[in-house]
């Protein structure tokens, strides 16, 4: 049979038997309560004390002579289930925090330490199995976090292997001399021996890094194969994921320059962008200096240097790894293509795109090695609705000009070209005036040359090409001597109207009849000019058909 007694009356028996030591359970105590238990290796389920277990906390506080007073909240009432102490100090119950095990839960600090030998001078903090393992405890400034974080970083060698944090399964594992590196993720810069600056921050971020410096991984495998490569920026899911000595380099986006391993000086944004370039390469290939911005940006260059290409799916092509998909792998340097897939197709060099489709034909085109710019469209200088004025879109017959109707449009007109319009005619027969008084027109059905083929010798005239300015002059001879009782005349008739006339008598018995005419005429396109002659006596003259005597001559001007 058990009596209760109560704790505190069996407490203050013990101290009446004796009032240094109280032993229970055993006849030896080694404090002033020892109590052991009734079998250490298999102990009974009663084998422990009960502190005193409430609902609630106390309606009236303890005071300062309970300051550090235990108990046990059943977790019935307000107070969530656990041990408590009073505070007095603070005039609050202080719950104990820890207690439990796995990965929940920390057990303890003993792998933590901080200026173990009382300097304050800054030494590490680790906390996970073997991590810091090898930390000399002076002031390296280090914080290793989960395990093997920082196992191999020694202690402060010539300022070396100082002022990390490693917070991750196997972060900075190897790092033994790089300093002032942060990485944050699982085996984020593992690998890490000597490299300086690096920020890791993701799964496997710069995982491969030895002993490259000023690195910035953020995001799963972001850089993880570099071993060497200085000053790379990845930012996204296996952005940079194989550069291995590459410098220089920035991504921004998943995958985004993905398989660069040498290529140096690079920047890619958007995802996908660059993913490619330097794809299965074994040896360095100076695929340096490529600008990708927009998702999918350049993804089929393999091969490539110097590029820009802006706007998603600009230059992008159709490669996948290893060619196992549409399309082939593109080696090309030096293209500028602007706009959403822009240049998608073009597998050449030197070219410029400005557009938003995968066109052929551009709205802008250019060849940089030819020194060749192209308008696939209606180049407008200013708004042609205003003061400005848009070129034909298409080229024009041969010789002819570029006019403007003053209001905007500029179209072709003929008689341009790079030669003025420019003809001389004459006569192939004598002709004869038949009739008195009657202006007739002259035969001049032969050219001597007609640069722009603007003279209609069927018709005896010339068809004026373009609005212009245009020079006239023609002259006839009679065959046979005049006496001084005729009356010769000729004139040019220019767009159907009587344009310069020359009439008067011959002067000189027994010679020639010489006539010829001169002037100025500004015409219109289409207008036509020929030449008349005529006597006052029928069948009074006949006109020689030497050129020398006879021709028919028109020049434009302007």
């Not at 046990?72 to 009073?86: D, H, I, M, S, V």
């Not at 042609?384 to 002819?400: I, V």
């Not at 008689?415 to 319009?421: D, E, H, P, Q």
Request: hydrophobic fraction near 35%; charge should be negative; glycine fraction near 12%.
């Amino acid at each position: 049979m058990k009596t209760k007694i109560p704790f505190l009356a069996f407490f203050l028996l013990c101290i009446q038997i004796s009032i240094s030591q109280v032993g229970v359970n055993n006849v030896d105590p080694q404090s002033m309560l020892d109590i052991t238990a009734s079998n250490v290796a298999t102990p009974a389920n009663t084998d422990g004390i009960l502190i005193p277990r409430v609902d609630d906390f106390p309606a009236t506080n303890p005071t300062t002579t309970q300051n550090g007073m235990l108990i046990f909240a059943t977790g019935a009432g307000t107070p969530t289930e656990g041990f408590y102490w009073w505070d007095f100090s603070t005039l609050s119950w202080i719950p104990f925090t820890g207690g439990g095990t796995g990965a929940e839960r920390i057990d303890d600090l003993t792998d933590g330490k901080s200026d173990v030998d009382g300097s304050q001078d800054g030494s590490s903090i680790f906390l996970g199995i073997t991590a810091g393992a090898a930390d000399d405890a002076s002031d390296n400034g280090n914080i290793g976090i989960g395990y093997q974080a920082l196992n191999a970083a020694v202690g402060n060698v010539a300022n070396e292997g100082v002022e990390n944090v490693a917070v991750g399964y196997q972060t900075l594992t190897l790092n033994t001399s790089g300093r002032r590196n942060t990485a944050l993720g699982y085996t984020a810069l593992t690998t890490n021996s000597s490299g300086q600056r690096n920020t890791a921050i993701g799964q496997g971020a710069l995982e491969g890094n030895t002993i490259g410096d000023n690195n910035t991984a953020i995001g799963a495998v972001a850089l993880n194969d570099n071993t060497t490569g200085d000053s790379n920026v990845a930012v996204g899911y296996l952005s940079l994921a194989t550069n291995t000595t590459g410098i220089n380099n920035n991504a921004l986006g998943n995958q985004t320059l993905r398989n660069n391993e040498f290529g140096d000086k690079n920047t890619a944004i958007g995802d996908y962008a660059g993913r490619f370039l330097d794809d299965e390469n074994l040896v360095d290939l100076d695929n340096d200096d490529n600008v990708y911005i927009g998702s999918n940006a350049g993804n089929s260059d393999i091969n490539a240097s110097q590029n820009v290409y802006i706007g998603s799916d600009a230059g992008a092509g159709l490669y996948t790894s290893g060619g196992s998909g549409n399309g082939n792998a593109e080696n090309k340097s030096g293209n500028i293509f602007i706009g959403y897939r822009s240049g998608y197709n073009e597998t050449g060099s030197d070219k410029l795109y400005i557009e938003n489709s995968s066109t052929a034909s551009p709205l802008i085109y250019g060849e940089f090695d030819n020194n060749i710019l192209r308008v696939n469209g209606t180049l407008q200088v200013d708004d042609p609705t205003g003061t400005g004025y848009a070129f034909p879109a298409a080229d024009g017959t041969a010789n002819q000009v570029l006019t403007t109707d003053g209001a905007g449009a500029v179209t072709w007109a003929a008689g341009g070209g790079g030669t003025l319009a420019a003809s001389r005619a004459t006569v192939t027969t004598n002709q004869t005036i038949a009739s008195a008084n009657t202006w007739t027109k002259v035969n001049f059905d032969a050219t001597d040359f007609d640069l722009n083929n603007d003279y209609d010798e069927p018709n005896d005239e010339f068809d004026v090409p373009a609005d212009g300015v245009y020079r006239i002059t023609a002259m006839y001879t009679s065959d046979a001597n005049e006496n001084n009782s005729r009356t010769f005349g000729i004139r040019i008739v220019a767009g159907g109207n009587n344009y310069q006339e020359v009439n008067y008598k011959q002067m000189n018995e027994n010679s020639r009849a010489v006539r010829q005419v001169s002037a100025l005429a500004e015409l219109d396109a289409a207008d036509t000019i020929y030449i008349e002659a005529r006597v006052n006596v029928a069948s009074g003259l006949t006109i020689d058909n030497t050129s020398k005597f006879t021709s028919f001559s028109v020049e434009r001007v302007r």
